[in-house]
């Protein structure tokens, strides 16, 4: 299809033609191109429905402001709702779907709710959906969501990678017009590290967009070689389709680069989007501003846009969307546009002005004093109809209308910490006021400054005064000489007599719905936005929201500051969701840690879960066993009965030296330290300040100012910031100092009756390993396999015979492989930490699950272990009454009373005959496995009085699953009470 | 002498080495580290030591000292690393031990970290996308704390300044790999 609204220039590259589809359409266009200005070429004026009543809607702005020309951008698992047809970047296949219709966006069935709109006004949801109440969830909502409504996703995974970045500098400028030109060059040229971001693919704002010359050049020449200059500045980062989209504390800027964007499919390792955490001294927010339209009856139909927008698609990309335009202005703008269309060889029909005293022009018709009263074309505009001053309706045919209504300076950034904006009577707009974020400064349009000259000479002297706070002397580049015409502007919002007026296009609010609005009293202007839904989605009111406001202010007879505006939040433009997480994805979410033997875990076939951030081996399945359970049973009946081997490396290791060491962990132990002998090893508890126990672990005494604490895996980093606290700001005169050694030891449990035999096969001659020699809870540092130096300790988690041993980590590949080797003779077995569970409960030893941040030392079976003789933390806040009534939970083990049963952890604990109500509740079940030495499932719980009930039988019921039946209240103890294996 | 065979953190016998557009990431296992922490009433007798072992003041925060063969760098209130080649310091710990005696407490870290150079003329355009920290202003013998893809890392500058030592958890030196590879394609 021919380009037959194209004109002569622009800044489009003729020699790229690039091919594009548009609702199954291919059509032709050139590099440079906007989507928008490609179709508008095409004479493609409908480009969408809109939200509500789907109604048809065309291209309205040449921006990110845009509220109506949204697609579906690129197709399959790239397809992207909700993209602005204005700021997508034409590239050579480009394809694109219109949304929110069907079956066409020439017919679209739902446009029926446009003739139903009386039932649609303000709050309609509220309203009409009220009754029955269970219809809302499955009835009202479903079919709400399918007929309103924007894009939709493609629901696959989106297959190109995002990232993160950190910037820092002295001076980020924000826009890339004359201001934020003319700030660049003065802040680049005196030395400053700048950078200077703008969120269009062609740096230069309005200067592309306008045919005034500057400094003896055309504006585009004149930015396009300002920006080869800073580019050219090792100072100064210049940074095209970038958009600063947040302004945070201290500095801090959130900035969006669309690296890849522009292509069909990002290069091999490059990230579509860059999320950009730029950290600066100072701001200066150069955002220019945005043209707002009048609202008038039927204004929303395609081929009405912003004058502003018909003047930049001409002049930028040499397109007008139809060969007939009129304008309807309040300000002189309005005939800026119309004097540079009528260069361009565009037919200028009229140029309505509301304004009884507007310019007279000899080049094309002006009618001072009217104003638009209707419209007409379906789904295009055909034909308006002006009310003319002295009275009377003339018709003029136009495919194209241009509004002015004046410009709002683009405050937004100013706002995001909850700054508010003044409002200026000679612009009749807002502009940055009050507090605005730390280090930032505004200049050019953004601060009201309309004038191109303004805008060099603003940002000029905003850089200098940047310069000056950072103690740089400023040198200041001649400015070129650049037009200074005053804004001339006599306010006006909306035509009264209108009825379907639209006031924000994106969300279909009318005059007639603000209105309302304040008629049923939501008359705050968060209410009227929240009741209206005006100035919300995409587009966040950019064009809407100062219409809504004086419509507002005028029904409640109020001015447009005193009804204020709503907050304004970042980010300032759609952001995807997927450069948020940036390369946080899939299985890169978070960071992984691996084991030392998870390599030859992986060897074996082993099932791995998540621990913390660890992986650790869960079980090891052998050929032929199906069910993990199968696995788990043998690697607990291979332990028991001979050896086994567990990776025991992600328990948290805490070395702790200094001459008052073990003063320090009596602190923060709640048993004693003090007199551990060196060369031992003795389980602590460690309490909260509230009594409650936060962790276990073992203290092994090294040297008499040397120890290694151990703690949970889970709680390994909270533990050591715990004692990092106390040190730090409890004990500081203690000479204590911490360090983590978790990563620096591979570390593995040997446990079971031949678990002696096999760790003389490596620990070297000399090291006398019989129980009298080293006992239960000794520790050494002692050598293996020909002199590798190692730590070993008699510690049992399973309540076997048991060690652990430890080796620098590049080591624990070759030990594991090692104790794999030598222990064949004893038929050894790996285990994972199903079977490393189920032995602890055998044993009655409590783990996360008992120590659930509610239970105390008592609730544990442990509360002697709370010395009263020294002073640790928890233990005066341990004693509270409260704690310690004597029907306190108590850690008991359960066994079901038919060993057909299990015992499952979460089901709670009723006496018999009592009804099973919370208030009869006696205890909960917190481990619960089945034991393949007893033959039947076993379990730890938390009961009242539990000591007292050994041998109780009593109800086991959890009404979510279904579980009713008996267990009997037994010793937590199940296997070896007295403890002999594991001092053999 | 033992028997039992090293794995460098990446698991491979051999340190893995990676080149991109000039750029080469490579594993650095060959490197003994330990924490060296003044105790209470000894520090300046504990910078006394480590001046004398490494011909310079102990490095202030947010610096190193790139003495050969020891170096060092701050990390915390009366606290360095200190690292030596590993072949001729594997025991690094016990000789910082003998040598400052009570005046510090020593903690073999060896193995607590997987140590990566970055070396090529365009590493700070990949450190821009790991590390909040202002690459631009990092000088040869600055030593930074940091967060990359949420693992705690300590970035130090070496001389020549084109390369970069980072020091990242060693259990997680896979992801960390992964973080700076993704990072390199990603900027060069």
Same mark, same amino acid.
């Given at each position: 299809?021919?380009?037959?609204?194209?004109?002569?220039?622009?800044?489009?590259?003729?020699?790229?033609?690039?091919?594009?589809?548009?609702?199954?359409?291919?059509?032709?266009?050139?590099?440079?191109?906007?989507?928008?200005?490609?179709?508008?070429?095409?004479?493609?004026?409908?480009?969408?429905?809109?939200?509500?009543?789907?109604?048809?809607?065309?291209?309205?702005?040449?921006?990110?402001?845009?509220?109506?020309?949204?697609?579906?951008?690129?197709?399959?698992?790239?397809?992207?709702?909700?993209?602005?047809?204005?700021?997508?970047?034409?590239?050579?296949?480009?394809?694109?779907?219109?949304?929110?219709?069907?079956?066409?966006?020439?017919?679209?069935?739902?446009?029926?709710?446009?003739?139903?709109?009386?039932?649609?006004?303000?709050?309609?949801?509220?309203?009409?959906?009220?009754?029955?109440?269970?219809?809302?969830?499955?009835?009202?909502?479903?079919?709400?969501?399918?007929?309103?409504?924007?894009?939709?996703?493609?629901?696959?995974?989106?297959?190109?990678?995002?990232?993160?970045?950190?910037?820092?500098?002295?001076?980020?400028?924000?826009?890339?017009?004359?201001?934020?030109?003319?700030?660049?060059?003065?802040?680049?040229?005196?030395?400053?590290?700048?950078?200077?971001?703008?969120?269009?693919?062609?740096?230069?704002?309005?200067?592309?967009?306008?045919?005034?010359?500057?400094?003896?050049?055309?504006?585009?020449?004149?930015?396009?070689?300002?920006?080869?200059?800073?580019?050219?500045?090792?100072?100064?980062?210049?940074?095209?389709?970038?958009?600063?989209?947040?302004?945070?504390?201290?500095?801090?800027?959130?900035?969006?680069?669309?690296?890849?964007?522009?292509?069909?499919?990002?290069?091999?390792?490059?990230?579509?989007?860059?999320?950009?955490?730029?950290?600066?001294?100072?701001?200066?927010?150069?955002?220019?501003?945005?043209?707002?339209?009048?609202?008038?009856?039927?204004?929303?139909?395609?081929?009405?846009?912003?004058?502003?927008?018909?003047?930049?698609?001409?002049?930028?990309?040499?397109?007008?969307?139809?060969?007939?335009?009129?304008?309807?202005?309040?300000?002189?703008?309005?005939?800026?546009?119309?004097?540079?269309?009528?260069?361009?060889?565009?037919?200028?029909?009229?140029?309505?002005?509301?304004?009884?005293?507007?310019?007279?022009?000899?080049?094309?018709?002006?009618?001072?004093?009217?104003?638009?009263?209707?419209?007409?074309?379906?789904?295009?505009?055909?034909?308006?109809?002006?009310?003319?001053?002295?009275?009377?309706?003339?018709?003029?045919?136009?495919?194209?209308?241009?509004?002015?209504?004046?410009?709002?300076?683009?405050?937004?950034?100013?706002?995001?910490?909850?700054?508010?904006?003044?409002?200026?009577?000679?612009?009749?707009?807002?502009?940055?006021?009050?507090?605005?974020?730390?280090?930032?400064?505004?200049?050019?349009?953004?601060?009201?400054?309309?004038?191109?000259?303004?805008?060099?000479?603003?940002?000029?002297?905003?850089?200098?005064?940047?310069?000056?706070?950072?103690?740089?002397?400023?040198?200041?580049?001649?400015?070129?000489?650049?037009?200074?015409?005053?804004?001339?502007?006599?306010?006006?919002?909306?035509?009264?007599?209108?009825?379907?007026?639209?006031?924000?296009?994106?969300?279909?609010?009318?005059?007639?719905?603000?209105?309302?609005?304040?008629?049923?009293?939501?008359?705050?202007?968060?209410?009227?936005?929240?009741?209206?839904?005006?100035?919300? +989605?995409?587009? &966040? #009111?950019?064009?809407?929201?100062? *219409? =809504? /406001?004086?419509?507002? @202010?005028?029904?409640?007879? %109020?001015?447009?500051?005193?009804?204020?505006?709503?907050?304004?939040?970042?980010?300032?433009?759609?952001?995807?969701?997927?450069?948020?997480?940036?390369?946080?994805?899939?299985?890169?979410?978070?960071?992984?840690?691996?084991?030392?033997?998870?390599?030859? +875990?992986?060897? &074996? #076939?082993?099932?791995?879960?998540? *621990? =913390? /951030?660890?992986?650790? @081996?869960?079980?090891?399945? %052998?050929?032929?066993?199906?069910?993990?359970?199968?696995?788990?049973?043998?690697?607990?009946?291979?332990?028991?009965?001979?050896?086994?081997?567990?990776?025991?490396?992600?328990?948290?290791?805490?070395?702790?030296?200094?001459?008052?060491?073990?003063?320090?962990?009596?602190?923060?132990?709640?048993?004693?330290?003090?007199?551990?002998?060196?060369?031992?090893?003795?389980?602590?508890?460690?309490?909260?300040?509230?009594?409650?126990?936060?962790?276990?672990?073992?203290?092994?005494?090294?040297?008499?100012?040397?120890?290694?604490?151990?703690?949970?895996?889970?709680?390994?980093?909270?533990?050591?910031?715990?004692?990092?606290?106390?040190?730090?700001?409890?004990?500081?005169?203690?000479?204590?100092?911490?360090?983590?050694?978790?990563?620096?030891?591979?570390?593995?449990?040997?446990?079971?009756?031949?678990?002696?035999?096999?760790?003389?096969?490596?620990?070297?001659?000399?090291?006398?390993?019989?129980?009298?020699?080293?006992?239960?809870?000794?520790?050494?540092?002692?050598?293996?396999?020909?002199?590798?130096?190692?730590?070993?300790?008699?510690?049992?988690?399973?309540?076997?015979?048991?060690?652990?041993?430890?080796?620098?980590?590049?080591?624990?590949?070759?030990?594991?492989?090692?104790?794999?080797?030598?222990?064949?003779?004893?038929?050894?077995?790996?285990?994972?930490?199903?079977?490393?569970?189920?032995?602890?409960?055998?044993?009655?030893?409590?783990?996360?699950?008992?120590?659930?941040?509610?239970?105390?030392?008592?609730?544990?079976?442990?509360?002697?272990?709370?010395?009263?003789?020294?002073?640790?933390?928890?233990?005066?806040?341990?004693?509270?009454?409260?704690?310690?009534?004597?029907?306190?939970?108590?850690?008991?083990?359960?066994?079901?009373?038919?060993?057909?049963?299990?015992?499952?952890?979460?089901?709670?604990?009723?006496?018999?005959?009592?009804?099973?109500?919370?208030?009869?509740?006696?205890?909960?079940?917190?481990?619960?496995?089945?034991?393949?030495?007893?033959?039947?499932?076993?379990?730890?719980?938390?009961?009242?009085?539990?000591?007292?009930?050994?041998?109780?039988?009593?109800?086991?019921?959890?009404?979510?699953?279904?579980?009713?039946?008996?267990?009997?209240?037994?010793?937590?103890?199940?296997?070896?009470?007295?403890?002999?294996?594991?001092?053999? | 002498?033992?028997?039992?065979?090293?794995?460098?953190?990446?698991?491979?016998?051999?340190?893995?080495?990676?080149?991109?557009?000039?750029?080469?990431?490579?594993?650095?296992?060959?490197?003994?580290?330990?924490?060296?922490?003044?105790?209470?009433?000894?520090?300046?007798?504990?910078?006394?030591?480590?001046?004398?072992?490494?011909?310079?003041?102990?490095?202030?925060?947010?610096?190193?000292?790139?003495?050969?063969?020891?170096?060092?760098?701050?990390?915390?209130?009366?606290?360095?690393?200190?690292?030596?080649?590993?072949?001729?310091?594997?025991?690094?710990?016990?000789?910082?031990?003998?040598?400052?005696?009570?005046?510090?407490?020593?903690?073999?870290?060896?193995?607590?970290?997987?140590?990566?150079?970055?070396?090529?003329?365009?590493?700070?355009?990949?450190?821009?996308?790991?590390?909040?920290?202002?690459?631009?202003?990092?000088?040869?013998?600055?030593?930074?704390?940091?967060?990359?893809?949420?693992?705690?890392?300590?970035?130090?500058?070496?001389?020549?300044?084109?390369?970069?030592?980072?020091?990242?958890?060693?259990?997680?030196?896979?992801?960390?790999?992964?973080?700076?590879?993704?990072?390199?394609?990603?900027?060069?």
């Amino acid at each position: 299809m021919s380009q037959k609204n194209r004109l002569d220039g622009g800044l489009i590259d003729r020699s790229e033609a690039f091919s594009f589809r548009f609702d199954n359409q291919y059509y032709k266009g050139h590099k440079g191109d906007t989507l928008a200005s490609a179709l508008l070429a095409n004479d493609v004026r409908l480009m969408g429905r809109s939200f509500k009543y789907h109604r048809p809607r065309g291209v309205m702005t040449a921006g990110s402001e845009e509220p109506n020309a949204m697609v579906e951008l690129r197709d399959g698992a790239r397809k992207e709702p909700n993209t602005r047809a204005t700021t997508a970047e034409l590239f050579d296949g480009l394809r694109a779907e219109s949304q929110n219709r069907w079956p066409s966006l020439a017919f679209d069935a739902m446009e029926v709710n446009d003739l139903l709109s009386s039932f649609f006004a303000a709050g309609f949801y509220y309203k009409t959906f009220m009754w029955p109440a269970a219809f809302w969830e499955k009835i009202y909502e479903p079919i709400i969501r399918r007929a309103a409504g924007l894009g939709s996703l493609s629901t696959q995974d989106d297959p190109d990678g995002y990232d993160k970045g950190f910037l820092h500098c002295d001076l980020l400028i924000i826009g890339g017009g004359p201001a934020g030109l003319a700030a660049a060059l003065t802040a680049g040229e005196s030395g400053a590290r700048v950078i200077f971001a703008d969120e269009d693919f062609l740096i230069g704002g309005r200067l592309n967009l306008e045919s005034d010359a500057i400094g003896g050049m055309s504006g585009a020449a004149w930015a396009a070689e300002m920006v080869a200059r800073l580019e050219a500045m090792p100072n100064v980062r210049v940074m095209p389709r970038t958009t600063v989209m947040g302004a945070f504390d201290h500095g801090v800027y959130g900035a969006v680069e669309r690296v890849s964007d522009h292509l069909k499919v990002p290069q091999d390792g490059k990230p579509r989007q860059i999320l950009w955490r730029i950290t600066s001294k100072r701001a200066i927010l150069c955002a220019g501003a945005t043209e707002r339209p009048i609202v008038f009856e039927n204004n929303d139909r395609p081929g009405i846009m912003q004058a502003s927008a018909i003047r930049a698609y001409a002049n930028r990309w040499a397109v007008t969307p139809a060969q007939q335009v009129a304008i309807f202005t309040n300000n002189d703008d309005g005939h800026r546009t119309a004097s540079d269309l009528m260069a361009k060889g565009v037919e200028v029909v009229s140029v309505i002005d509301t304004r009884a005293d507007a310019p007279a022009s000899s080049d094309y018709d002006v009618i001072a004093g009217g104003v638009i009263d209707q419209t007409w074309g379906r789904l295009g505009l055909t034909q308006i109809e002006v009310k003319m001053p002295k009275g009377g309706i003339r018709r003029i045919k136009c495919g194209a209308l241009g509004v002015s209504g004046g410009w709002n300076p683009n405050v937004h950034l100013t706002c995001h910490q909850r700054g508010r904006p003044v409002w200026n009577d000679t612009i009749a707009a807002f502009v940055p006021g009050g507090t605005m974020p730390m280090g930032m400064t505004v200049a050019g349009a953004a601060n009201g400054v309309f004038s191109t000259h303004g805008a060099l000479t603003s940002g000029a002297d905003a850089a200098k005064g940047v310069l000056s706070d950072l103690g740089l002397t400023a040198k200041t580049p001649p400015l070129p000489e650049a037009e200074d015409a005053p804004a001339r502007i006599t306010p006006f919002w909306h035509v009264k007599t209108a009825k379907r007026a639209w006031v924000d296009q994106q969300n279909d609010v009318t005059a007639k719905d603000i209105k309302l609005a304040h008629q049923e009293n939501f008359r705050s202007v968060e209410h009227l936005k929240r009741y209206t839904t005006l100035g919300m +989605a995409t587009d &966040q #009111g950019k064009t809407s929201n100062i *219409a =809504g /406001l004086a419509i507002m @202010a005028e029904v409640a007879g %109020k001015s447009i500051p005193e009804v204020g505006t709503t907050m304004f939040r970042p980010p300032y433009t759609p952001t995807a969701m997927g450069v948020f997480a940036g390369r946080a994805w899939g299985t890169e979410t978070r960071p992984t840690r691996l084991t030392p033997s998870h390599r030859w +875990a992986e060897e &074996q #076939g082993a099932v791995f879960t998540e *621990a =913390g /951030l660890w992986l650790r @081996a869960q079980w090891f399945p %052998k050929p032929g066993e199906t069910h993990w359970r199968e696995s788990c049973d043998r690697e607990v009946l291979q332990t028991r009965k001979s050896v086994g081997i567990c990776d025991v490396t992600s328990l948290g290791k805490i070395d702790v030296q200094g001459a008052d060491a073990a003063a320090f962990l009596n602190m923060v132990y709640c048993n004693g330290f003090a007199k551990l002998p060196v060369g031992k090893v003795r389980y602590g508890l460690m309490l909260r300040e509230d009594g409650i126990v936060m962790d276990d672990g073992t203290a092994a005494r090294l040297a008499e100012d040397h120890f290694v604490v151990t703690t949970t895996t889970g709680n390994a980093v909270g533990v050591y910031r715990h004692m990092e606290f106390v040190r730090q700001c409890l004990c500081p005169d203690m000479d204590v100092q911490l360090i983590s050694t978790t990563e620096a030891w591979a570390q593995f449990a040997v446990a079971g009756p031949n678990s002696r035999a096999l760790l003389r096969k490596i620990v070297d001659d000399g090291f006398d390993l019989s129980n009298a020699a080293f006992p239960f809870m000794a520790c050494a540092e002692v050598t293996i396999c020909g002199g590798l130096r190692a730590r070993l300790f008699r510690i049992s988690f399973s309540g076997e015979l048991a060690y652990e041993i430890a080796v620098p980590t590049r080591y624990g590949d070759a030990l594991i492989r090692r104790l794999m080797d030598a222990g064949k003779e004893f038929d050894v077995a790996p285990y994972g930490l199903e079977a490393l569970n189920v032995m602890r409960i055998e044993k009655g030893h409590a783990t996360a699950n008992e120590l659930n941040g509610t239970t105390t030392a008592l609730n544990l079976g442990m509360g002697r272990m709370v010395s009263k003789k020294k002073d640790s933390i928890g233990s005066v806040l341990s004693e509270r009454p409260g704690l310690n009534e004597d029907d306190a939970l108590k850690l008991v083990g359960l066994k079901p009373v038919d060993p057909e049963n299990p015992v499952p952890a979460g089901a709670h604990l009723m006496t018999k005959g009592t009804k099973v109500t919370a208030a009869n509740d006696q205890g909960y079940v917190t481990s619960a496995c089945y034991s393949p030495n007893l033959g039947h499932h076993i379990a730890l719980g938390f009961l009242k009085a539990g000591d007292a009930r050994l041998g109780e039988v009593i109800r086991l019921v959890s009404p979510l699953t279904g579980v009713n039946h008996d267990v009997e209240v037994v010793s937590a103890h199940f296997l070896d009470p007295e403890g002999e294996r594991l001092r053999a | 002498m033992h028997d039992l065979a090293p794995i460098c953190a990446l698991g491979g016998a051999d340190p893995a080495i990676d080149t991109l557009a000039g750029v080469t990431l490579a594993e650095f296992p060959d490197l003994a580290l330990a924490s060296v922490s003044a105790r209470q009433g000894s520090e300046e007798a504990c910078r006394a030591q480590l001046k004398d072992l490494l011909n310079s003041a102990a490095p202030k925060p947010g610096r190193a000292v790139l003495n050969d063969p020891e170096a060092a760098f701050w990390i915390g209130p009366d606290q360095w690393m200190v690292s030596a080649p590993y072949a001729s310091h594997a025991d690094l710990t016990g000789q910082l031990k003998s040598r400052f005696q009570d005046t510090a407490s020593i903690t073999e870290q060896t193995d607590g970290w997987v140590c990566f150079d970055l070396r090529g003329d365009r590493v700070d355009e990949v450190i821009r996308l790991c590390a909040n920290i202002d690459i631009d202003q990092m000088q040869t013998g600055d030593a930074v704390r940091s967060v990359v893809h949420y693992m705690g890392v300590y970035i130090l500058r070496l001389d020549p300044a084109n390369a970069l030592r980072i020091f990242g958890p060693r259990s997680s030196a896979k992801s960390l790999h992964h973080a700076l590879m993704t990072a390199m394609g990603a900027a060069l």
